[in-house]
């Protein structure tokens, strides 16, 4: 295939890292918003893109229930034309998800086939995305990330770091449980997908629903915990940070308990297996205190 790939999601975090391949190209507010879906029409067209990568998503999990129509504008409608026009020009699209489709009960790891209950409209939005890209006739792969944060932007990992420095206290939820994932490595996997797509042609197989996030496991307070100790090695003063239960920390949003994802898919289908949480942290913060200090 020939052309460049067009990357939705503006400055957001997995589409600045995947701005940095050649041949992409990146687009946000305002020439591509699906707020007012003439524009997802006019990129696609000036673009002429051989492939898409869908990075742009309505996020705010606790503003989106109390702002539902804008959630699902974003999470479910934009895909649904900009898969639609994939479909029309036979070219593959890569869609990002979430692990907030389902539940949070079950007590291992969640395989793609696993039942979806989401339990707010965050995760129903991004749900019925899902189906409405799959329904789409687009040749589509779904990806389902979790606990995304980057170097730069709004995160987890910045957040902390940047509270730590003034308050010499914190508590943190430990009681779910998740994948953390870095948008370099979500990144890098989307391009390996591109690559062997490049490669080899559409195949069957490529088809469908698939989950990718850093290998291992850990909870919000074993993250933040973690997140310090890389921070002292870079000098930082750091806070003591205490473990809280969810039941502690109301939201409007309700968040699963665990957010673990299998990604053995993933691995057989593409070879694909993202690098353990703990081994990325220690890079962006790394990265962090290098380039843009908290």
């Known amino acids: 295939m020939t052309g460049p790939i067009l990357v939705t999601g503006g400055t957001g975090q997995l589409a600045s890292a995947l701005a940095i391949a050649p041949g992409t190209h990146r687009f946000g507010r305002p020439n591509f918003d699906f707020d007012r879906p003439e524009t997802i029409a006019a990129v696609f067209r000036t673009t002429s893109p051989r492939l898409v990568v869908n990075a742009a998503a309505y996020t705010a999990v606790d503003a989106a229930e109390s702002d539902a129509d804008a959630a699902y504008r974003a999470n479910r409608d934009g895909p649904a034309i900009l898969a639609r026009l994939c479909a029309e020009a036979d070219i593959p699209l890569i869609h990002v998800s979430t692990d907030y489709v389902f539940d949070g009960a079950k007590p291992d790891p969640y395989t793609e ?3 979806v209950a989401p339990q707010g409209v965050y995760g129903a939005s991004k749900l019925a995305g899902e189906q409405a890209v799959m329904a789409s006739g687009a040749k589509t792969v779904v990806l389902r990330t979790a606990w995304v944060y980057a170097a730069t932007g709004k995160n987890f990992v910045r957040t902390m770091l940047t509270v730590g420095k003034t308050r010499p206290r914190l508590t943190v939820v430990a009681d779910q449980h998740g994948c953390p994932t870095t948008a370099a490595d979500l990144g890098d996997a989307i ?8 490669a080899t042609g559409w195949q069957p197989a490529y088809h469908g629903i698939f989950h990718a996030v850093g290998s291992g496991a850990t909870t919000w307070f074993g993250l933040a915990v973690a997140t310090f100790e890389e921070a002292r090695r870079h000098g930082a003063n750091i806070p003591v940070v205490a473990p809280i239960a969810t039941a502690d920390w109301p939201t409007p949003a ?3 308990m665990n957010s673990r994802l299998d990604c053995t898919r993933l691995h057989d289908v593409f070879g694909l297996r993202l690098p353990h949480w703990r081994d990325s942290l220690t890079r962006t913060v790394a990265t962090i205190f290098t380039t843009s200090p908290p």
Not at 191 to 198: K, P, Q, S, V
Request: glycine share 0%.
């Open 191 to 198: 391009l390996a997908i591109i690559a062997r797509i490049d």
């Open 113 to 115: 086939t696993d039942p």
């Open 254 to 256: 309700k968040r699963p």
